[in-house]
């Protein structure tokens, strides 16, 4: 059965980092485009970041550029977001999502309502 599982989330001051993971179980990363995405209490969710799967190619929302990078560990069958300088706005649960359908990285961030297989989240509260 096809798992991702985030982690790493939880409550930091603004201008602080923090690091999630993204792990997945009954199924191989390798070949799937990746993508974070969060969604804030009256939002629509929305691509944070998304990565090829060769991870060559990357893809940042412009509220994130700068800030967070997203990195991926085929090896560990695992995909990372490190958060820097985090900001109140920030706040929100943050999904990862995989699709091996999709093979472009703006296309898997543009439209998070195409992606197949989701994780259940992990909360990411900026505060001080």
């Known amino acids: 059965q096809l798992q991702l599982v985030e982690s790493g989330g939880g409550l930091v001051q603004p201008g602080g980092s923090l690091r999630l993971s993204c792990a997945a179980s009954g199924f191989t990363l390798r070949y799937s485009t990746i993508g974070w995405f969060r969604q804030a209490p009256g939002k629509e969710r929305e691509g944070v970041s998304c990565?090829?799967?060769?991870?060559?190619?990357?893809n940042y929302a412009d509220s994130v550029k700068g800030r967070f990078t997203i990195s991926r560990d085929n090896e560990k069958n695992t995909v990372y977001l490190q958060m820097n300088s985090l900001k109140p706005e920030d706040t929100a649960i943050y999904y990862c999502a995989a699709d091996p359908q999709i093979t472009t990285v703006q296309s898997m961030c543009a439209n998070p309502r195409g992606v197949d297989y989701w994780g259940k989240g992990t909360l990411v509260t900026v505060s001080s």
């Open positions: 990565i090829s799967s060769s991870g060559g190619v990357t």
